[in-house]
T-cell receptor, first 116, second 114 residues
């Protein structure tokens, strides 16, 4: 069974440009999460989808970030326009059971974003 | 508010030596606690978790952790380090109704010397 896949693995863009990160969760997983790790700091929660609906987007930094999950399958995270402080590794994770309390997530390898 | 502190961003041990990675948390409600590991060029993988019940939990690859409420700690241990244990380890916490919304510590890079 395929795991969580993320694309691209690394993206280098200029400040002010747009980048779109994609995440394909494990098939059948209704929960999809985005996390971010900036400059070796802690991994921080960005948002949570249940199927195609945003359940919790309290961690989204600002309105330059837009996440979508059309059809409840893959998800995209767009940063527009990108700023220097957006550099970091963006992780996607998925889990199967809605409302599952134990927080066991399956993570992708991450997409490293470098903004110059 | 919940938070997690991992003591030591880098830990180095010799092969065969004890591994001890420290994690302290703060939470106003009973927490669920996790250790995740990230091997080079891979995603994070669940190592072990504590939800309720036995406070000593065993995980994969010979790791275990003990939940100590009085010390608000959840330290990760392994009796004998192996070269393949070299990775970054993350302690995380959440609440029973928070699902996958985890709060992570800053991570500890474990190096294993031959």
């Amino acid at each position: 069974e395929a795991g969580v896949t993320q694309f691209p693995s690394h993206s280098v863009i200029e400040k002010g440009q747009t980048v779109t990160l994609r995440c394909d969760p494990i098939s059948g997983h209704d929960n999809l999460y985005w996390y971010r790790r900036v400059m070796g700091k802690e991994i921080k929660f960005l948002l949570h989808f249940v199927k195609e609906s945003k359940q919790d987007e309290s961690g989204m930094p600002n309105n330059r970030f837009l996440a979508e999950r059309t059809g409840g399958t893959y998800s995209t995270l767009k940063v527009q326009p990108a700023e220097l402080e957006d550099s970091g590794v963006y992780f996607c994770a998925s889990s199967q059971v809605v409302g599952h309390p134990t927080g066991e997530l399956f993570f992708g390898e991450g997409s490293r974003l470098t903004v110059l | 508010a919940q938070s997690v502190t991992q003591l030591g961003s880098h830990v180095s041990v010799s092969e065969g030596a004890l591994v001890l990675l420290r994690c302290n948390y703060s939470s106003s409600v009973p927490p669920y606690l996790f250790w995740y590991v990230q091997y080079p060029n891979q995603g994070l993988q669940l190592l072990l978790k504590y939800t309720t019940g036995a406070t000593l939990v065993k995980g994969i690859n010979g790791f275990e952790a003990e939940f100590k409420k009085s010390e608000t700690s959840f330290h990760l241990t392994k009796p004998s380090a192996h070269m393949s244990d070299a990775a970054e380890y993350f302690c995380a916490v959440n609440r029973y109704n928070q699902g996958g919304k985890l709060i992570f510590g800053q991570g500890t890079e474990l190096s294993v010397k031959p």
